[in-house]
């Protein structure tokens, strides 16, 4: 393949529900091993952005994936080629967290194959990385709702696609939990070169973890580029409303910090 193609390449594209358009002209370019984080206050469009991408949506414009059209894959070509993680998905509560992961496999498959050995691996190991492995036979419907996001991701892993889409990983993860999912991301980017695409609210973590952001307001891109161009005060204040220090680590790492307007 060629080295210059990019791993998601977005030229004007649109997307909505039912006639009312809620996504407008959205170009992006995510190189191969990147990691793309669309920021932007509620409903502004991110999660439809998303969907978009993973062809869940109906989109005006260009959507290629590793420079082929998203419009002409059928849906398995699409899930060998990219993974996406629901915000909120619905999951059938009777299933173990093992089979549900197993349905991950489920897109390299042949027709009415069963799962081989080295499918059973890669749960086993997907598991063990989200710190899965002691709840592997319990069923989803008694898991907790940080526990259920991880066997989301952890499904979506299994799938082994070269594109992630993830929506808002770390909802309902603890500080320590959301940690350990981003930086196990961030080294599959590293060493297997996947690229990332996520929606994030927690605006320190798009800004330590990914290497361009997206600002969405009212579905426009309003600015685009690195986090230290894209996430400053001034730019929180107007689109989200918000009063926020951004502020550097002692690694040299920024960090939002929301603060209270002062006493009038
Ligand atoms: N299934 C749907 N049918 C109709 N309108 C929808 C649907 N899903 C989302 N919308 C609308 O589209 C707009 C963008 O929603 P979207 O979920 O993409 O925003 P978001 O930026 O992800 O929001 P949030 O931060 O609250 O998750 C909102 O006005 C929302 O009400």
Redesign the pocket.
């Known amino acids: 393949m060629n080295a210059t193609v990019s791993a998601l390449r977005l030229r004007g594209v649109g997307a909505?529900?039912?006639g009312?358009r809620?996504?407008h002209d959205v170009s992006a370019e995510v190189a191969q091993g990147g990691w793309l984080a669309i920021v932007?206050?509620?409903?502004?469009?991110?999660?439809?952005?998303l969907?978009a991408v993973a062809g869940l949506v109906a989109a005006a414009g260009t959507i290629e994936l590793h420079g082929t059209p998203g419009s002409s894959m059928s849906r398995r070509e699409k899930a060998r080629e990219v993974g996406y993680a629901p915000?909120d998905p619905a999951l059938p509560e009777g299933l173990t967290v093992t089979d549900y992961v197993l349905l991950g496999r489920t897109p390299h498959l042949g027709t009415l194959a069963r799962e081989s050995s080295r499918d059973l691996s890669i749960v086993e190991e997907v598991l063990s990385r989200l710190d899965l492995d002691g709840l592997a036979g319990r069923s989803l419907g008694t898991l907790s709702g940080g526990e259920r996001q991880r066997a989301v991701l952890a499904r979506v892993l299994a799938q082994r696609t070269r594109l992630l889409l993830l929506?808002?990983p770390t909802t309902g993860l603890d500080v320590g939990h959301a940690q350990a999912l981003l930086e196990l991301v961030d080294r599959l980017r590293r060493e297997d070169g996947i690229t990332v695409v996520s929606?994030l609210?927690d605006l320190t973590f798009a800004a330590q973890y990914a290497n361009q952001v997206l600002l969405?307001d009212g579905?426009e891109v309003v600015a685009a580029g690195p986090a230290s161009e894209v996430v400053t005060a001034e730019r929180l204040a107007r689109h989200y409303d918000a009063t926020v220090e951004v502020l550097t680590s002692t690694h040299g790492n920024l960090v939002v910090a929301p603060t209270r307007p002062p006493p009038r």
């Open positions: 909505g529900y039912e009312r809620v996504v932007g206050p509620n409903g502004s469009g991110k999660s439809t952005l969907k915000q929506d808002e929606t609210h969405l579905g």
